[in-house]
């Protein structure tokens, strides 16, 4: 197998928990090549709770400086990367990066639940970008957030049912029935294109 064959396809971008074992299991279930970025500069941190983890984010520099590490790993791994999927303040990050030159050549990016979004409504991403909230939030209204953002011309659109978190099992709105939903959805995204080219 070649060496280009090897490099990541995806960039999965994750929320204040960081890589843990079910994003590797997230990944086996998507079947691809993937570049993991988590705030922190090891796999293997564990938190008991949400908001220890928020806060130990929160000392790692918080969405910026997250959003300057998307950037880079970006800038890495551009010539391979395809698909960008992220989760909440990996969400929030990557969406502050996306109107760099160098995230022209994704083919799609997924965020989930990127609530500080909310706070930069302005930013023009330089690929496609589909963003996808939860219908409960804490600290603010999805459902105007989403309203403003198609209103911009953004693909935004409202979970139903769902709260902050439903893609991590480690969240207290874990939805595993939801989250299976947009794993099959993923898969079928990155699959996809190498279906079209053996036709």
């Known amino acids: 197998m070649s060496a280009e064959a090897l490099a990541p396809v995806v960039m999965l971008v994750t929320d204040v928990f ?4 079910a994003v590797d299991a997230m990944l086996r279930t998507l079947n691809v090549q993937a570049v993991i970025v988590s705030p922190f500069d090891e796999a ?5 709770t949400e908001p220890d983890a928020y806060q130990s984010f929160v000392v790692n520099g918080g969405v910026a400086a997250y959003a300057r590490k998307v950037r880079d790993i970006q800038q890495r791994y551009q010539s391979s990367l395809r698909y960008i999927i992220a989760f909440s303040a990996g969400a929030s990050a990557v969406w502050m990066a996306s109107a760099h030159t160098e995230f022209a050549g994704i083919q799609q990016a997924v965020l989930f639940y990127g609530s500080r979004i909310r706070d930069a409504r302005n930013v023009r991403p330089v690929c496609p970008t589909r963003l996808i909230f939860a ?16 209103k911009r011309g953004h693909q ?3 979970i139903r049912g769902t709260s902050h978190g439903f893609m991590n099992v480690y969240s207290a709105g874990s939805c595993v029935k939801t989250q299976d939903r947009f794993l099959q959805e993923l898969h079928q995204l990155i699959h996809q294109p190498a279906l079209d080219d053996a036709a």
């Not at 293997?44 to 008991?48: E, I, K, L, S, T």
């Not at 209204?141 to 403003?148: I, W």
Request: glycine share 8%.
């Open 18 to 21: 960081g890589h843990t074992p």
């Open 44 to 48: 293997g941190f564990h938190f008991d």
């Open 135 to 150: 219908e409960q939030e804490v600290a603010f209204k999805p459902a105007e957030l989403v309203a403003d953002l198609y």
């Open 156 to 158: 935004a659109e409202l």
